[in-house]
Nanobody, 123 residues
Framework: VQLQASGGGLMQAGASLRLTCAVNGHSGSAYDAGWFRQAPGKERELVAIMPWRGDRPVYSNSVRGRFTISRIKATDRVYLQMNNLKVEDTAVYYC?????????????????WGQGTQVTVSS
């Protein structure tokens, strides 16, 4: 499985941005997918995950209400709409996917990672 993240950029606080993750090579297998981020000097943290089954995504407390994750299974795309960006949202954003039944919010359960896309928010 290969993941390709895109859409990052330099934005001002309060702006909006949409990230896209293209998922290839999963051969029709079900997978949970979403986004993590890593700021300088910090650990990689969960942002939002969309499970394959059902439509109830998981969000971190820091982005809930501002970010929205969505996916289109037919095209194997996962999106992260980020509104009302804050300086503290500055990080490298990684898309990730897993085919196992492990917990959605555990980073270690994710088998596949994209290369990351930089999001920088200025005040």
């Amino acid at each position: 499985v290969q993941l390709q993240a895109s859409g990052g950029g330099l934005m001002q606080a309060g702006a909006s941005l949409r990230l896209t993750c293209a998922v290839n090579g999963h051969s029709g297998s079900a997978y949970d997918a979403g986004w993590f981020r890593q700021a300088p000097g910090k650990e990689r943290e969960l942002v939002a995950i969309m499970p394959w089954r059902g439509d109830r995504p998981v969000y971190s407390n820091s982005v809930r209400g501002r970010f929205t994750i969505s996916r289109i299974k037919a095209t194997d795309r996962v999106y992260l709409q980020m509104n009302n960006l804050k300086v503290e949202d500055t990080a490298v954003y990684y898309c990730a996917a897993k085919t196992n039944a492990g917990a959605l919010d555990q980073r270690s359960n994710y088998d596949y990672w994209g290369q990351g896309t930089q999001v920088t928010v200025s005040s």
